[in-house]
């Protein structure tokens, strides 16, 4: 199977200068290398900016490829990133929990998890880059492939269902148990920093445990994705830069939500039933293809009927 994509060379290095000018401009700029607590109103500003600059770039893309490649294919394409990036933007709220999850456990102050998940969007675009390259790699070659990927996120999707109300023990996590029995650890936080010399010998701060923890998160995290993008669309353009504006609105979301976290906790059991939908929808491709459109309302409003429901729970509790 071959795979095409409507992404010239030109395409790709438009949005690559994009997206590290963006990064630098939220990292030198607007205050990102300084130690503070981000206000809601700021993550809110944020997180709308990032939507906002999502569905330009959508319009863009449309506008682009109904000039040059025609209007049926603009269409597709565009409604191709809306869905991506709605499902990827859903399936990164699970990773918002988790971010708190283990800032809450290593009693992270707030001031400085602005730093750590800087780095940790670093790092998952990076590695979502690897992860789609090679995903695309392997769907042109093996195209029996996306029927494991469907497996997965149905079990996936499933084992989410069943364990969505438990929270996982840091405390027995083997990773954390060989950083700390091989590397030597500061007792307290020293500012942003996630190393510091004591008498000529490096000593690592709890700051660095987390940033590896995130960084794993983000690992674990990018498995269920990429298979999931892959459900809608294998043209490795759309897969990118779906992916890529998702990521990029993630730190600004963990902020938005990170105090009402228990606002939303039905959301969980609605990331599961999109994982088993996009899943199946892999699965039965041989025998009926769901319109782009369908899967882009299923997805809206399984996400939209959690967040009421959560809502709507925490409120009557309240």
Do not use: C
């Not at 000018?21 to 205050?31: E, I």
């Not at 492939?145 to 989410?160: A, C, D, N, R, S």
């Amino acid at each position: 199977m071959e795979l095409t994509s409507i992404g010239t060379p030109l395409m790709w290095g438009g949005f690559i200068i994009f997206v590290l000018f963006m990064l630098a401009l939220d990292l030198y700029v607007l205050g990102g290398r300084h130690a503070h607590r981000v206000s809601p109103r700021e993550a809110l500003g944020w997180s709308i900016a990032w939507v906002t600059l999502a569905l330009i770039f959508n319009a863009l893309l449309w506008w682009y490829l109904d000039g040059n490649l025609g209007r049926e294919i603009a269409n597709d394409k565009a409604l191709e990133f809306l869905t991506g990036y709605l499902i990827e933007k859903s399936l990164s709220v699970d990773n918002v929990f988790v971010f708190l999850m283990i800032f809450t456990f290593f009693r992270v102050p707030a001031e400085y998890q602005r730093r750590v998940l800087i780095y940790g969007v670093l790092g998952a675009i990076v590695l979502r880059a690897i992860m789609i390259l090679a995903g695309a790699y392997l769907v042109a070659k093996f195209h029996w492939i996306l029927y494991l990927f469907g497996i997965f996120l149905v079990v996936t999707g499933f084992k989410m269902l069943v364990f969505a109300g438990q929270e996982a023990d840091l405390e027995r996590n083997p990773i954390l148990k060989w950083l700390r029995g091989h590397l030597r650890i500061t007792p307290e936080y020293h500012g942003e920093k996630f190393w510091v010399m004591k008498n000529g010998v490096r000593w690592f701060t709890p700051l660095f445990l987390v940033l590896i923890m995130i960084e794993i998160s983000d690992l674990i995290f990018a498995v269920d994705s990429i298979p999931a993008i892959f459900a809608i669309t294998t043209d490795p353009f759309i897969v990118f830069t779906s992916n890529i504006f998702a990521i990029l609105g993630l730190r600004a979301l963990y902020f938005l939500l990170a105090d009402m976290a228990d606002r939303f906790h039905l959301l969980k059991y609605g990331l599961a039933l999109i994982l088993v939908f996009v899943g199946v929808k892999m699965l039965v491709v041989s025998f009926y293809k769901v319109p782009i459109g369908i899967a882009l309302g299923v997805v809206g409003v399984i996400l939209v009927s959690s967040i009421l429901a959560s809502l709507l729970a925490t409120r009557k509790r309240d």
